[in-house]
């Protein structure tokens, strides 16, 4: 299994509340991904990460924000967290931009 | 019309039963073309690429119609262990002509395999 590692892997939080969800990798992969998963919905892309301190959204970036300053960590913000957030947040990693590999992912709870 | 569709299941099929799943995808300059398949509760894990010629991995074969924008995954031989839901991921482009591996992924198909 790629070395892909999320943390924390449960939160349950307030709303209004800042939340940083960590996604760190061992695999020296160039690209890195975070997606949130609900049902209905499948799995969609909020935003990813092409190198250090290069980023860019996906198609539900709203009300997130993403850093990277190594190429092992890549860092989801929730600036002030919604119910519409509750949900599986998946992070990826992918050497090419092709194949991505998928960490055990974090159930986070907004109430 | 969704990117990626997939005929959502239920599929219940015994055990050695041979199983083939389709997905149609919209765009027709999609580059990459996957089927990962995502246990309950955990991450999606990649099962195959689909290559235009056609694959084969073991008892799973992947297919790819570019023309019709349509693939398919087959399974042979069921075992219990197959029992998931199998996803149809497409990597194409987005509006601005850029890519960075921006995946688009079906909302999958349920399998339960029974003894």
């Known amino acids: 299994d790629a070395g892909i590692t999320q943390s924390p892997r449960h939160k349950v939080t307030e709303t209004g509340t800042p939340v940083t969800l960590r996604c760190h990798q061992t695999?020296?992969?160039?690209?890195m991904y975070w997606y949130r998963q609900d049902p209905g919905h499948g799995l969609r892309l909020i935003h990813y990460s092409y190198g250090v301190k290069d980023t860019d959204k996906g198609e539900v970036s709203d009300g997130y924000s993403v850093s990277r300053s190594k190429t092992e960590d890549f860092l989801l913000t929730l600036e002030s967290a919604t119910s519409s957030q509750t949900s599986v947040y998946f992070c990826?990693?992918?050497?090419?931009?092709?194949?991505?590999?998928f960490g055990p992912g974090t159930r986070l709870t907004v109430t | 019309r969704k990117e990626v569709e997939q005929d959502p299941g239920p599929f219940n099929v015994p055990e050695g039963a041979t199983v083939a799943f389709n997905c149609t995808y919209s765009?027709?300059?999609?580059?990459?073309f996957f089927w990962y398949r995502q246990d309950c509760r955990k991450e999606p894990k990649l099962l195959m690429s689909v290559y235009s010629s056609g694959n084969e991995d073991g008892r799973f074969t992947a297919q790819l119609n570019r023309a019709s924008q349509y693939i398919s995954l087959l399974i042979r031989d069921s075992k219990l262990s197959d029992s998931a839901t199998y996803l149809c991921?497409?990597?194409?482009?987005?509006?601005?002509?850029?890519?960075?591996?921006?995946?688009?992924f079906g909302q999958g198909t349920i399998l339960t395999v029974h003894p």
């Open positions: 765009n027709s300059a999609s580059q990459s």
């Open positions: 991921v497409v990597k194409g482009w987005n509006a601005g002509g850029t890519s960075y591996g921006k995946l688009t």
């Open positions: 695999e020296n992969h160039r690209y």
């Open positions: 990826a990693i992918s050497r090419t931009g092709a194949e991505q590999y």
